[in-house]
């Protein structure tokens, strides 16, 4: 009698299991200093959407539509819409216009008073601020490496925080947000026209991507955060001092605990988004306790968190994009997904606007519905992301800096490999399985798996994850 054959996908909690021991490896020494210009904008996106309620009332309205709803719709309006004109060629000149434009507009919206033509202009700023982050959101994802990514947007997160707390503390004469968004713009502009045309060059010769169940995955929690963290910016009180107080005194220590998790404890960015999930459902089912009691303001302490799901978000979209993306998809999905997250702020706009009291549950329920879906598919991201073959990459220099690193220093050319057998163990670190490399050198299956098995045994190893200890430990890693 035949055996049955064993389910390949993961069981739910042995999934989780898995997920919580999966690590990643971040090292400081691989930040270049040279490159700081694309790290410190693209996470402008969160920066801007929590200040909106700062720095826009409720007194002017466009179709019942309050200016925190139309401005950041239109922030994600503008980030598709223009990044549609953008290639690998022209984005650098692009950036820099867009970067011109954006900041001639606040200019002149900055010293207007509270109108409907301050609100219209106020649109058009930030429909081109969208834009700005979307030509920044490439070169975060193409042209940086893994420790860049993460300390980019942590950075972003501490400067968020910080400018919370000192907003709350009204220490610059209750003009801080306007003076702060200010600097914001103007460094937008300056990174971006910085920008290197040449530095964009590496990405054209990209082979050409799909959507793969990685890119899927990490999509999924990238707009579910998205979601998540906007109804807070409706809720009554969000935008008063003494929760912009508790959001950035508990967001600073959020954000050197994520870094610390990466930096010492190794832990996966798995971990840092079920924090996130976890701390705004708190965040959002404590809003139901009576205003002024402690439990409502114990809420405004733990939505400090919000950091942790920032930094989660940017630094999983960089990082698979950058291994499995293409200009092209990247674009695909920007442009598409972009202007679709404006729902994220026409949903509870439009509940705030009609049914206020319902915003609590509303934002609970969403919560809890994402946060359930993210369990849930545990399975996929154990198998697909955080715990699959290529996933060895996330404690590289580089999502793709291992067949790089091979051929620029010839690792492996004392190990008393055959020629093939190299091919091979590049192929490997580079994230394929044995179809994938069969398919790129031409030969079989059986083949492919004969190699591999050689290799392994040559180099007294027996898996993939030993094969990339092997090369790159701290002793084999080129310096940079």
């Known amino acids: 009698m035949a055996k049955a054959k064993a389910d390949p996908r993961r069981s739910l909690t042995a999934s989780i299991a898995a997920l919580r021991h999966s ?10 200093a040279g490159y700081l210009k694309y790290m410190l904008i693209f996470p402008l996106a969160p ?19 309050d200016a925190m709803t139309l401005t950041g719709s239109a922030y994600c309006l503008g980030a598709g819409v223009l990044f549609a004109f953008t290639n690998t060629k022209n984005m650098a000149l692009l950036a820099r216009l867009t970067a011109l434009s954006t900041a001639a507009a606040f200019a002149v919206w900055l010293f207007l008073p509270e109108s409907l033509l301050s609100l219209l202009l106020a649109i058009v700023f930030t429909f081109g601020l969208g ?23 942590a950075a972003i997160s501490l400067f968020f925080a910080l400018s919370q707390l000192d907003a709350g503390l009204s220490l610059v004469s209750g ?59 409706y809720l009554p009180g969000a935008a008063s001092a ?15 605990l994520a870094v610390s998790l990466q930096l010492f404890t190794r832990r996966s960015v798995w971990n840092m988004c079920n924090i996130f999930f976890i701390a705004m459902l708190l965040t959002y089912g404590l ?45 695909l999905c920007l442009v598409i997904i972009l202007p679709l997250s404006m729902l994220s702020y026409l949903i509870p706009g439009t509940i705030s606007a009609y049914a206020p009291d319902s915003l609590p549950l509303a934002a609970t329920l969403t919560t809890a ?20 073959d290529w996933s060895d990459a996330f404690r ?85």
């Open 287 to 331: 809003y139901f306790m009576p205003e002024g009691s402690a439990w409502r303001s114990l809420a405004r302490y733990i939505h400090g968190f919000e950091q942790m799901g920032y930094i989660a978000a940017y630094y999983l979209l960089g990082c698979v994009f950058k291994k499995h993306g293409d200009f092209r998809l990247f674009k």
């Open 131 to 153: 834009g700005c982050a979307a030509c920044a959101a490439f070169a975060y994802t193409f042209i940086l490496n893994n420790a860049e990514r993460l300390l980019g947007a």
């Open 47 to 65: 920066v801007f959407a929590n200040m909106q309620g700062a720095l826009f009332s409720d007194t002017v309205q466009l179709f019942t539509l």
């Open 396 to 480: 590289s220099l580089d999502m793709t800096e291992a067949v790089k690193k091979v051929e620029e220093s010839d690792l492996l050319a004392d190990l008393k490999l055959t020629p093939r057998e190299k091919e091979v163990a590049a192929l490997l670190l580079q994230g394929n399985d044995a179809k994938q490399i069969a398919a790129e050198l031409t030969i079989s299956v059986h083949t492919a798996n004969f190699h591999t098995k050689n290799l392994y045994k040559k180099l007294g190893i027996n898996k993939r994850s030993e094969l990339f200890a092997r090369l790159y430990s701290d002793s084999f890693l080129p310096e940079i």
């Open 242 to 256: 003494a929760a912009q107080v508790a959001n950035g005194a508990v967001g600073i220590f959020v954000v050197l």
């Open 175 to 233: 003009h801080f947000n306007r003076i702060y968004l200010a600097a914001l713009i103007l460094g937008t502009a300056i990174c971006l026209f910085l920008y290197k045309k040449e530095d964009f060059s590496a990405v054209e010769g990209r082979p050409r991507a799909s959507l793969n169940p990685a890119i899927k995955l990490t999509l999924y929690f990238f707009i579910a955060h998205y979601f998540v963290e906007i109804f807070y910016t």
């Open 23 to 32: 690590r990643d490896n971040v090292k400081l020494g691989n930040v270049r």
């Open 369 to 388: 519905a994402v946060f359930i879906g993210f369990i849930l598919l545990s399975p996929a991201y154990a198998k697909s992301l955080f715990a699959a």
